[in-house]
């Protein structure tokens, strides 16, 4: 049984401006109710991104393989939609010493699945391109250390004494023509460079570089303009170097990048600097870098206002989810969230800023919430600390409360939802405030005003939270980390309890879940630490993975609708 090919979740988020609405599904308000649970599998790993489904296959990776040696390195596969097998899978190895800031040696990106090729970035720091029928390896470009063969001089290796992080692709590629575009850093370390990639997608040769490090102050970066500490060879013709310190490193690409074929233009969102700081940061970090997809040129670079953070201390507000794109009566708008809780709206070819909001809650007098993003404490034996809003605004710290989500639209009731919440693996007031703060914003995608009705409570919550089957403000700690995806008037959304949800689009009636066929989070660190980072939408199906307790760490589940 194969799903119909015009619905096909081929890339992140559904297609190159990641909208996250998916087409030509019979699901909706009136038929989720149906939708069973037809495959579990376990697979052999965590599950940390969102799968592709195409043609009646899912594509995904692992972020750590049992198959690999001493489970470091990563594993692909591809699943029959219909009866769960596994039809085909690729594996990679890596040193323990090459592998993520968190630990992960696999993937964490959603591929792109288009012209019978499968491309994804991993932790090794490699682009990998597969042939879609049978998984076998068609090309690998190194994103970390230079690969002349494939055009690529640069090598983003720089730690102290070996004990930090290198370069390594969370960036899920975009295809585009006969391109790929790609992100690859480390912001977690701060002798690295961000950059961003593009190579031709029929043999893995880099066709241009932009470094996301800004060099001069006032001075917009050239396209294969390279920080001369990463050239450890002669340059390719085209390439020349910056022989100096840039206004600040980290600045990586994590997510995905969108695409803009009419204005040639890429939207790529950017991390924090190192050393971080508050906003307004330096250079193009904690920003949309916007460049020509045809060239990698400079156009603009729109920094989240620093006014927008839900406390002046907040730093380490790097963006994480990708840039969305839509219009508004024949506007273009990019929007994009910010782990500062802002959500922003500009113009995709002018880029004026056109709204913004704090999706954190206030209290009624507009007064910030003490248990929401709080600062000042770093001790485990004090995992909840009672703090007054002059503490926390008076330490800087990290927002572990706003969003690292990336939006999904829905098109006919013009609203936006994008997921709020952070990880939840930390010691100290992990994830998110659940008495105060919803798993899910609904937002007119005009305005950026809550589109779902508010109660009367102080601080105001979604209305329909009052219904005690309603999950939102329910579970401790429960989190919206993952991205939700939208069909006709339903919008999905999974949380770290591990679960998944549908609600009504008009007004966030729970509609349907599935909060037993995943597994348990893993109990680590903070008590809780278990992710689905959001499903896939094809036909009449929806596929999601996950990382859990127990088995191998991993599974992924399938539902559909009766034939």
């Known amino acids: ?18 909208t996250g609405e998916a087409t030509g599904s019979a699901i909706n308000s009136g038929s989720v109710a149906g939708l069973k649970l037809t495959q579990s599998i376990n697979v052999n790993g965590s599950i940390l991104s969102t799968p592709a489904v195409v043609d009646g296959y899912v594509y995904c990776g692992l972020a750590n393989s ?14 029959n939609l219909a009866t769960g097998q596994t039809e085909a899978t690729f594996n990679w190895s890596i040193d323990p010493k090459e592998r993520d800031t968190h630990g992960f040696c696999g993937m964490g990106c959603t591929p792109a699945v288009t012209g019978g090729k499968v491309y994804f970035s991993a932790f090794d720091g490699k682009l990998y391109c597969l042939n879609q029928s049978d998984l ?33 692709g969370w960036s899920s590629p975009l295809v585009a023509g006969n391109r ?58 085209g390439f020349t170097t910056f022989d100096g310190q840039p206004v600040a490193k980290g600045a990586s690409v994590w997510s995905g990048i969108a695409h803009d074929p009419d ?11 190192v050393p971080d700081d508050q906003l307004p940061t330096l250079g193009y970090t904690n920003s949309v870098l916007v460049l020509s997809a045809s060239t990698g040129s400079f156009k603009a670079c729109i920094q989240i206002p620093a006014e927008t953070s839900y406390r002046v201390s907040d730093i380490d507000i790097d963006i994480g989810g990708a840039p969305t794109l839509w219009q508004i009566n024949g506007r273009k708008v990019v929007g994009i969230g910010c782990k500062n809780g802002c959500f922003m709206t500009f113009d995709a070819n002018t880029f004026d800023i056109i709204a913004t909001r704090q999706m954190l809650p206030f209290m009624n ?52 939802f994008i997921g709020v919440g952070g990880n939840n ?139």
């Open 1 to 18: 049984m194969s799903s119909n090919p015009s619905s096909n979740w081929w890339m992140f988020h559904g297609d190159p401006a990641h």
């Open 66 to 79: 049992l198959e690999a040696a001493a489970q470091n390195g990563g594993q692909f596969i591809k699943v």
């Open 136 to 168: 076998t390896l068609a090309w690998v470009t190194d994103l970390r250390y230079a690969d002349m063969p494939h055009n690529q001089p640069v090598t983003n290796d720089f730690a102290a004494a070996g004990t930090q992080a290198k370069a390594s």
């Open 180 to 237: 790929v575009y790609v992100g690859m850093g480390e912001g977690e370390n701060s002798f690295l460079y961000g950059f961003v990639y593009c190579l031709d997608a029929n043999s893995g040769n880099v066709i241009w570089i932009y470094c996301a490090c800004q060099y001069v102050d006032g001075t917009n970066n050239l396209p294969n303009q390279l920080p001369a500490k990463t050239i450890r060879q002669s340059l390719p013709a």
């Open 263 to 273: 204005l040639d233009a890429l939207y790529c969102a950017t991390g924090n600097p």
């Open 365 to 416: 007098d507009g007064s910030q919430i003490p248990t929401v993003d709080p600062h000042g404490v770093d001790d485990p034996s004090q995992p909840f600390p009672v703090l007054t809003n002059d503490q926390s605004n008076q330490t800087q710290g990290e927002n572990f409360h706003g969003t690292y989500s990336t939006a999904a639209l829905c098109s006919s009731q013009q609203k936006v």
């Open 425 to 563: 693996y930390h010691y100290i007031c992990s994830g998110i405030d659940s008495e105060s703060t919803p798993f899910i914003r609904a937002l007119d995608w005009s305005t950026l005003a809550d589109a779902w009705a508010l109660d009367n409570g102080d601080p105001k919550k979604y209305a329909v939270a009052a219904d005690p089957n309603n999950p939102l403000y329910k579970m401790a700690g429960e989190s919206g980390i993952s991205v939700p995806a939208v069909v006709n008037d339903v919008v999905f959304m999974s949380t770290t309890r591990v679960a998944l949800y549908a609600f009504r689009v008009t007004d966030g009636k729970l509609l349907w879940s599935d909060v037993e066929n995943f597994g348990a989070q893993t109990g680590g660190m903070s008590g809780g630490y278990g992710y689905c980072m959001g499903p896939a939408i094809a036909g009449n199906y929806v596929v999601a993975g996950a990382l859990v307790q127990g088995g191998n760490g991993g599974v992924l589940n399938i539902y559909a609708l009766p034939s």
